[in-house]
């Protein structure tokens, strides 16, 4: 038979995964408020980040750190008060906690002791970024972030090449250049959202396919909080990654870089990227069938 366990039961102890803002604090929920002002404990991210919430909202309680260095102990630690009947809040710095943030592993351990587990749903970036990006969203896989190593984030993206359904990713802005290049590399020239700092003061929202928008992005770097989106791929991509019929690929690629060095003013190294592109190569792939070509010439 299925365990339930029922929603505040009373003297037992309760742990609440309450979502908080991630920009503007006029989306906290009033049950967020409520849950917040009746727990015992709050566990957050960084106790500084939530008490600028807490001190905003007039709201005053024992906090605790709970991030990804500690979370093991703090998790055990935090299980033993619940035992005991205490009403506890989970909540990372902004958003839903546990999604791409600490909390999976409080979670299971409250599961596997028999205490309660209660969302509290609010605001979150990929979900608002998703309504607002244009795309295809009946289906979509939230990845969550990459790998930050490019041959991990490389791996990943060849894992996704063949997913039909839109692709959200939340990336730090020191890595959205070099992500967007992998996935141009992998994915081909496919249409995409990058959302920067959604609901605050300088929300931003960029579409476009990704080669131009690399060329803007280039010219002003990133800042803030980023959500990726990636549509599934569509006949231009397809194109670019050297699909069935592009004329291009019967090319020679010692011909095609030459021609693409010539249409585009750009020098070999910049040329073999892109026809690596077409051709659904990796740059160290053409490199290989580029010295191969020029070694039977």
């Not at 909540?91 to 409250?110: E, I, N, Q």
């Not at 607002?132 to 939230?142: K, N, T, Y």
């Amino acid at each position: 038979m299925a365990k339930t366990t029922k929603i505040d039961e009373p003297g037992a102890g309760c742990l609440y995964l309450v979502a908080t803002p991630i920009g503007n604090l006029e989306d906290i929920t009033l049950r967020a408020l409520r849950i917040l002002k009746e727990v015992d404990l709050i566990a957050c991210e960084d106790t500084r980040e939530t008490m600028k919430l807490l001190t905003h909202f007039d709201i005053q309680k024992r906090l605790v750190s709970y991030h990804e260095h500690n979370e093991i102990t703090r998790a055990a630690e935090i299980v033993i008060d619940l035992e005991q009947g205490a009403k506890v809040a989970l909540v990372s710095d902004a958003g839903t906690p546990v999604v791409s943030d600490p909390g999976h592993h409080l979670v299971s351990l409250c599961l596997r002791h028999g205490i309660q587990v209660v969302p509290v749903p609010g605001a979150s970036a990929f979900v608002a970024a998703l309504a607002a990006s244009g795309m295809p969203i009946e289906e979509f896989a939230f990845i969550g972030f990459l790998p930050s190593k490019q041959t991990e984030r490389r791996k990943s993206l060849r894992e996704l090449s063949g997913e039909q359904r839109t692709l959200v990713l939340y990336e730090a802005p020191h890595r959205l250049l070099d992500t967007l290049e992998d996935a141009l590399e992998i994915l081909g020239n496919r249409q995409v959202v990058v959302a920067r700092e959604v609901t605050k003061l300088y929300e931003e929202f960029m579409r476009g396919r990704i080669e131009t928008l690399l060329e803007d992005l280039r010219k002003k770097a990133p800042r803030g909080e980023i959500t990726l989106l990636i549509a599934p791929p569509d006949e231009e991509a397809s194109h670019a990654e050297g699909g069935a019929g592009n004329s291009a690929s019967a090319v020679p690629l010692a011909k095609r870089v030459e021609e693409i060095a010539l249409e585009r003013g750009v020098d070999t190294k910049s040329a073999l990227k892109v026809a690596a592109r077409e051709r659904g190569l990796t740059r160290r792939e053409a490199y290989k069938q580029l010295l191969i070509t020029r070694d039977e010439a």
